[in-house]
DNA sequence: TAGATTGTTAATCGATTAACAATC
DNA sequence: TAGATTGTTAATCGATTAACAATC
């Protein structure tokens, strides 16, 4: 069989560049589909049974048309006339991103971010739960936070790996920032989520997502200007 | 003269589908340039007088050649061998952005999130100010917070009015989101910055942006696991 | 049936990348 | 000079969009 022949016989979504079940998705594709799940977490919490990929556009702020190839690259899933049923899709994107389960955190910084952090339900919706929250003030440490008591810094490499911890998430000062990220680094997390300003610098097989309010309404605010 | 010679006269950028001064960027071309500003902003901050694109590739995730190309799109800002003046670029990129000045923004909420948020220096060195913090609690009401003191909500059309206010920004529990979205956008703010996780439903002139740290992490955990 | 919305095609546009001459 | 990094080209890949048949 030549080579010409197996790349004519591949699968649309393959030829497409999209992915079959067991290739790595793009970048994109992985973005997009992270934010359908919130938005559908949503929806799912507010008791919509289904959802049109118009709706899911207007929250979204991706193409209607773009939505519907995303979803169409891994199966059938809508009703045509009805559109998506939203608890089926919920758990069709979780499979595709292989985050079904449930994933441990571990919160650096019990000060009001941290608080609010703990005490809220954006990560616990999607599957993350804050385990631990650690802090360097002795003053805090022992205090309750939500279900969860202050633990000091130096607990960190322990209860990383007894609790098998791969997500860190930022929530201190910026003089503090780096440091703690290092410490971080070191009891074996991979993913840092920082809510400072602090560009932080990890090694390579680390990676760092940085909370950036400011940019999106820099950029909503061109839009509004122009 | 022709349309095909006025097309090929036409300055590189633009055939590019780049924009000239006084048209309008592309969606990626402006929400990449805020995080360039987000990126040396800090910087700058942190002493750095010059910058490569290799760097701020690494800060970004965004692709060094992508970077040289959107910059030079607008001028030559780098010098060959050294990199950017990071000073300069900030300039540069600002009036290309349109942001130079300063705006006033106004924050709902005088919760763990807020306070946060007003204490923090997020918004701030992106020229956004918290003119007024606004909460819907009379025990809250008239506590200090940074330099501000919290109102009542009843105050913020009056407020957004007088301030001339255009962002308005969300740090409120998700069952009172929508209602104080619906006050904000009375009040004739035309963008939102919800830290909620609730689906706002806005009139299409306003444009609401969620943050979402929870998508962030998602994704990032796929690519972890992949 | 009539209306709505999916799934899919095809065409176009913008992003990504490697490569490298120019030049600091 | 030698090393580094920009600015730019050209080739490829992925995203975007309009359009519409299929079908619920």
Redesign the pocket.
């Known amino acids: 069989m030549s080579y010409g022949e197996a790349t004519t016989s591949a699968p ?1 979504a393959e030829r497409d ?1 999209r992915v079959s079940s067991n290739e790595r998705l ?1 970048l ?2 992985a973005a997009r589909l992270s934010r359908y799940l919130q938005v559908l977490t949503q929806a799912k919490k507010m008791g919509k049974e289904t959802i ?3 709706e899911l556009s207007d929250y979204t702020h ?5 939505i ?2 995303d ?2 690259g891994f199966g ?9 049923n939203v608890e089926a899709l919920v758990s069709q994107i979780r499979k595709i991103l292989r985050t079904a389960g449930q994933h441990n955190i571990a919160l650096i910084g019990a000060g009001h971010l941290g608080k609010a952090i703990a005490s809220s339900e954006i990560f616990a919706d999607h599957g993350f739960r804050v385990v631990s929250i650690f802090d360097v003030d002795d003053a805090k440490v022992g205090t309750p936070i939500g279900n969860q008591v202050v633990r000091h810094i130096s607990d960190l490499r322990q209860v990383v790996e007894d609790e098998d911890i791969v997500v860190g998430v930022l929530a201190v000062p910026n003089q503090a920032a780096q440091g703690l990220a290092d410490e971080l680094v070191e009891a074996g997390v991979k993913i840092i989520f920082n809510y400072s300003e602090s560009l932080l610098d990890v090694p390579p097989e680390v990676t760092v997502h940085t909370s950036s309010p400011a940019v999106d309404l820099l950029y909503a605010l061109y839009f509004y200007l122009t």
């Open positions: 649309q560049g793009s994109g594709v049109s990929s118009q991706v193409n209607s048309t773009q519907r190839r979803l169409s059938k899933f809508g009703k045509r006339g009805v559109g998506y």
